[in-house]
């Protein structure tokens, strides 16, 4: 079996994967690049020329997975395309959401090469979305040989899948973005444990982050409602920055448990964006499936607003509250970015990050600066002092790099190959690997190189 890692730039961004086991040939994911623009966004496409392609395997519907699939199908019009039922109900609308950024983003950026796709090409793809229940064995046949995929719920966000793969005698298990602990509105993984892999292709976004000695998710959960709660006796308001997809659910069930449990007092409660409308789609799922625990009543019980329109920097919103926003990471002209722009000069406020966030993204620069040095908000052509309390939280998507490193070791592969991480974190897991018990051959692939999984 060889893989090829798509992502020109290698790290986390366009993520994709050609795999090559004997006459079968598979692509994981198709994603697009947050931080770059136009085709530099793309997975190589390039790379992988005329093969037939026989299937894609999506393992969840974030950008960063999806956001280029219908390039790839456009190129591969014979490719069947798998996901588990619930990424089959999200992917169309954050596909129609990505088309929506770029034309804005060929507005305002003057990116030429933009929209790399339009509406009406992600509504002719859609029927060739495929459901996979959890669970579920696939099987292919050509030339004699047989290839069969399984998917497994992967927690992360709602119908994330990791899958194993049986082939000519070997088995493969891929990840994907996995999280084990269970969430408000989602369970976390179900993988097959314990059982035995020939090989793993596992994610490292987390490799570079150690979790302080007694934290947990539970812990910082009561930290964020306190950080919250002495915002609000002090008449500040808090920004939680978050990802449309999964976050921004998860904060909203969370705060309206507290609220109604006493252990938040009542407040106006704001939210805006795509997160809302993939909040309507989280109550469709739920009533399809066991699968997710999120209905419309949340927002009705929330009483739920949308957050003032005329935003202007420096000056707080007129209402005291709790602000739900995405972008997660602060992206420049989205929700959260022009109300931190409102809050981060007033020293009652909080902006509260309970996620990843990329160091050269808005976010992380934030999380970088200290309290009273000068930030800058380059969209706006505003700077300010910290003054806001800006604290990160210890609530991931993605499962912490011991318990990666634990389900795979638990595995016994021979060969581990290691994806979705930044260098340090994949420095991370190949020196925790090179030191494991029983001998692993560790792989950190080289972009738009071929790599041979078995020797």
């Known amino acids: 079996m060889r893989i090829t890692d798509l992502n020109r730039e290698g790290g986390i961004g366009s993520n994709s994967l050609l795999v090559e086991a004997g006459p079968f040939t598979f692509v994981v994911d198709a994603g697009l690049h ?233 407040c106006p409660v704001f939210g805006a964006g795509l997160g809302l409308d993939i909040a309507d789609y989280f109550d469709q799922i739920s009533k399809r499936t066991q699968l997710i625990r999120y209905s419309r009543k949340t927002a009705k019980e929330l009483r739920l607003k949308r957050p003032p329109r005329q935003l202007k920097p420096g000056k707080e919103p007129p209402e005291q509250g709790i602000y739900i926003l995405s972008s997660g990471m602060l992206v420049e002209r989205t929700p959260s970015y022009q109300l931190a722009a409102t809050l981060l000069a007033h020293g009652r406020n909080s902006i509260c990050f309970v996620g990843y966030c990329d160091p050269d993204t808005p976010g992380g620069k934030l999380l970088e600066t200290k309290p009273g040095q000068t930030f800058v908000f380059e969209a706006f052509d505003y700077q300010c002092q910290v003054r806001a309390q800006v604290e990160r939280f210890e609530m991931s998507g993605h499962a912490d790099r011991e318990e990666i490193l634990a389900f795979a070791l638990a595995a016994e592969p021979k060969t581990i190959m290691l994806t979705h991480g930044d260098p340090d974190a994949r420095d991370w897991f190949s020196a925790q690997l090179n030191d494991a018990e029983h001998s692993v051959r560790v792989i950190d692939p080289p972009p738009l190189q071929a790599v041979e999984l078995f020797e």
């Open 34 to 266: 947050p931080k770059l623009a136009g085709n530099q966004a793309m997975p190589d496409f390039a790379h992988i020329e005329d093969r037939h392609i026989d299937f894609v395997m999506v393992t969840h519907c974030h950008l960063d997975h999806i956001g280029s699939l219908p390039i790839l199908l456009q190129q591969h019009p014979e490719a069947r395309v798998l996901m588990s039922l619930p990424s089959q109900m999200l992917v169309e609308r954050m596909l129609h959401n990505s088309c929506n950024v770029m034309k804005r983003q060929k507005a305002e950026l003057r990116i030429a090469e933009y929209p790399l796709f339009t509406h009406e090409d992600v509504e002719r793809i859609a029927n060739r979305f495929e459901p996979l229940k959890y669970e579920q064995t696939l099987s292919f046949e050509r030339a004699g040989q047989t290839l069969t995929l399984t998917l497994h719920q992967a927690g992360h966000v709602a119908g994330a899948g990791g899958f194993e793969v049986h082939h000519d005698g070997h088995s493969v298990f891929f990840t994907g973005d996995v999280l084990f602990d269970d969430q408000r509105t989602i369970g976390g993984a179900r993988f097959p444990q314990p059982k035995r892999f020939d090989a793993m292709v596992i994610e490292t976004t987390r490799g570079g982050t150690e979790r302080a000695e007694g934290i947990t998710r539970a812990s910082e959960v009561h930290r964020l409602l306190g950080t919250i709660r002495a915002t609000l006796e002090r008449g500040g308001s808090i920004l939680i920055p978050v990802f449309a997809l999964g976050r921004m659910q998860e904060l909203l069930t969370l705060i309206n448990e507290a609220r109604k449990d006493g252990r938040l007092p009542r």
